[in-house]
């Protein structure tokens, strides 16, 4: 094994501008790989996150009824041309601790939350805003829908007679924390409260629409009783929503909606943009691999008078080949570990560069340890390739003398 080690290195050193070249081409392109994958990931989860940052992963909500288009009343089968939906009072769950337990029950479920919702009207002195009333219990609510990194203003406390606006709303109605706030509800109950933060959801809508109150002020501004509208549910892993929903929906009976259905749109993007990135990646791994290969081989041809010599001197096969698969692999080895550097060192020096107004990158670079070793594998594997000399290394007698080659 020394002899090998010896051969390949003394061998490495002698070409070293076709060493570096080598060197350079495998670098370059685990550098690209990975700083594209970085860039796209980052991007990918920072959509994801500025979307469902407020919304819940799955939604319970009750069934809606409808009329059936066909009617029978003994032998006669009346077939209706216009099936309309029931002009009836909103639907809502009528036992919401009891749902709550079921769905908290259903493997996959980070968190459950009641939630309470209806329009209303937000007064302060003569300007009304029509405005999106949402009751919850807070301290459950902040498991499903992190409130505390949008505080932007006052505390994040909710208890009876206080409120939790949105930043577009606190500008159009001059509201600070502390300020009182009148609002009303479609049926006609008003409530008096006091604002006690002020929250940015990322989205302007969230931002001028959405006022939340405590679960039971919600519940008698909206003439709900007891009941709520929906059950938000936060997923314990993301992407597994959609089944997620469909297990929710059989142990609960409701009506459950993943963010995947609610963000049609988006997913589609999503899953388009992952296909072209994959495909970017694949194409140019090839690329750089196959190059790599090549210039390797040619190394390995070149250097058939040092393996006539090997083998005139009684080297066995195994241990010349053994010789540039050594060579492929130390190659491979260092320009997978420098070009993954270099690809890290890309993805953050971009995010220093590409900045929003107030000095915050644009969004986060992903650096997964598993892309590292992927691309470093199959490019390392392209340079073993490269190296193997079962199809090139010439075949010769143990007898063959030097002179031959020379």
Not at 79 to 97: F, G, S, Y
Not at 122 to 135: I, T, Y
Not at 235 to 249: C, G
Not at 295 to 320: N, Y
Request: hydrophobic share 50%; glycine share 10%.
């Amino acid at each position: 094994m020394r002899f090998v080690w010896v051969v390949a290195w003394r061998l490495l050193r002698e070409g070293r501008f076709q060493t570096a070249l080598i060197l350079g081409g495998v670098t370059i392109g685990v550098a690209v790989v990975v700083y594209i994958t970085a860039i796209i990931n980052g991007l990918q989860a920072n959509i994801i996150d500025r979307t469902l940052s407020s919304q819940a992963h799955v939604v319970l909500r009750p069934a809606e009824r409808r009329n059936e288009p066909v009617l029978s009343a003994g032998d006669w089968v009346v077939t209706l041309a216009d099936v309309r939906k029931r002009t009836e009072r909103e639907a809502t769950i009528a036992d919401p601790a009891a749902v709550l337990a079921t769905a908290q029950s259903v493997p996959g479920v980070g968190a459950a939350a009641a939630v309470v919702t209806g329009p209303g009207v937000a007064q302060q002195g003569g300007v009304r805003k029509a405005v999106v009333l949402q009751g919850v219990e807070l301290e459950r609510y902040q498991q499903v829908i992190r409130l505390d990194d949008k505080l932007r203003a006052g505390a994040l406390t909710l208890q009876a007679g206080q409120a939790l606006i949105g930043v577009e709303l606190a500008d159009d109605l001059g509201l600070t924390p502390g300020s009182r706030l009148r609002l009303q509800s479609a049926t006609g109950a008003s409530l008096s409260v006091r604002v006690t933060g002020v929250l940015d959801y990322g989205i302007q809508d969230l931002n001028r629409r959405r006022v939340l109150l405590p679960l039971r002020d919600a519940q008698s501004l909206l003439g709900l009783g007891r009941e709520v509208s929906e059950i938000d549910i936060r997923a314990a892993r993301l992407f597994e929503a959609e089944s997620l929903a469909a297990d929710l929906q059989r142990a609960t009976g409701l009506t459950a909606d993943s963010w995947q259905v609610a963000n049609g749109q988006l997913v589609t993007a999503l899953r388009s943009q992952s296909a072209s990135s994959l495909m970017i990646r694949a194409f140019v791994t090839v690329a750089v691999a196959l190059g790599i290969a090549s210039v390797l081989v040619v190394s390995v041809v070149q250097r058939q008078r040092e393996i006539g010599i090997l083998r005139a001197m009684g080297t066995p096969r195994r241990r010349i080949l053994g010789v540039f698969l050594l060579q492929g692999a130390l190659v491979g080895l260092g320009g997978s570990l420098l070009g993954a550097g270099l690809g890290g060192a890309l993805a953050v020096g971009f995010t220093r560069i590409a900045r929003n107004a107030d000095g915050s990158p644009l969004f986060p670079i992903v650096l997964e340890a598993v892309v590292y070793r992927s691309f470093c594998k199959f490019h390392f594997a392209g340079c073993l390739l490269g190296g193997d000399l079962r199809r090139y290394a010439p075949t010769l007698p143990a007898q063959q003398t030097a002179r031959g080659w020379v």
